[in-house]
């Protein structure tokens, strides 16, 4: 008898536990559901901090990095942007990308970053404050010497072409003698563009070293190729390194 009552009373336990649980379960269907299916009740949470990336120059970029988040809850999270100079929002700068301008010079750049998701209520954290510092100058190629580098022809300087462009360029001429160890300024020339060459001048190389300035930006300088001066006086004549070229 003890051998055939056993299993019987197991297989009723099995059935009674059964039926607890659905019971449970439809006692609570929403409760299961949120649980597996439904948003994070956390809500959006900001994990890194947003930062102003890049070094922020006067007629440079700056670009927001909006950090990390719990994109593993909210797969699909989006952002808005607002840029802050000195604490205060700057008006229509609301792209990822700024540009500061020369009345943005030493001030200090936030961007406050604003998450959103159908699913939670948005969630603003502002970055931490970059100073804003002086632009740099781009130069496609260097400057250059041209003309008639001869006795009896002027040397001119070509700056060539800055981005952008400068307000002010300066020029100082460089001379070494043929019997000279090093370079010497001509502050006679000091920010003329040409150069007459005399007799004297014969055998010499010459260079120039270029500079421009424009406010809100750090000065700029560039040496041009160096060239020797020719001896033999060649009006008209065309030279290539400093040597007159008949068939040029």
């Not at 300066?170 to 070494?176: D, G, M, T």
């Not at 920010?191 to 421009?212: D, M, Q, T």
Request: glycine share 8%.
């Amino acid at each position: 008898m003890s051998s055939r009552t056993t299993p019987r009373l197991s297989n009723a336990a099995v059935i009674l536990v059964a039926a607890l649980g659905l019971l449970i379960a439809s006692m609570f269907p929403l409760t299961a559901a949120a649980a597996t299916d439904g948003p994070s009740p956390r809500g959006l949470v900001n994990e890194i901090p947003p930062e102003v990336g890049g070094v922020p120059r006067v007629r440079g970029y700056a670009y927001a990095n909006y950090g990390r988040w719990n994109h593993s809850e909210y797969p699909d999270i989006e952002f808005s942007y607002q840029w802050l100079v000195d604490g205060e929002p700057e008006a229509g700068a609301t792209d990822q990308m700024f540009e500061p301008r020369l009345r943005h010079l030493d001030a200090m750049l936030q961007v406050a970053v604003t998450a959103h998701h159908p699913d939670a209520d948005p969630v603003q954290v502002v970055s931490a404050a970059k100073r804003v510092y002086p632009g740099v100058f781009h130069q496609s190629m260097p400057p250059t010497i041209y003309g008639f580098v001869i006795v009896g022809g002027s040397a001119k300087v070509q700056p060539r072409r800055w981005t952008p462009r400068p307000q002010s360029i300066e020029y100082r001429w460089f001379i070494k003698r043929p019997d000279a160890s090093r370079y010497r300024p001509l502050p006679r020339l000091r920010n003329k563009k040409e150069f007459p060459l005399r007799r004297r001048h014969a055998g010499s190389r010459i260079k120039v070293r270029v500079i421009v300035s424009r406010p809100g930006f750090h000065k700029a300088r560039a040496w041009t190729p160096r060239r020797t001066v020719g001896w033999s006086r060649t009006n008209g004549v065309k030279t290539i390194n400093g040597v007159p070229c008949h068939t040029c």
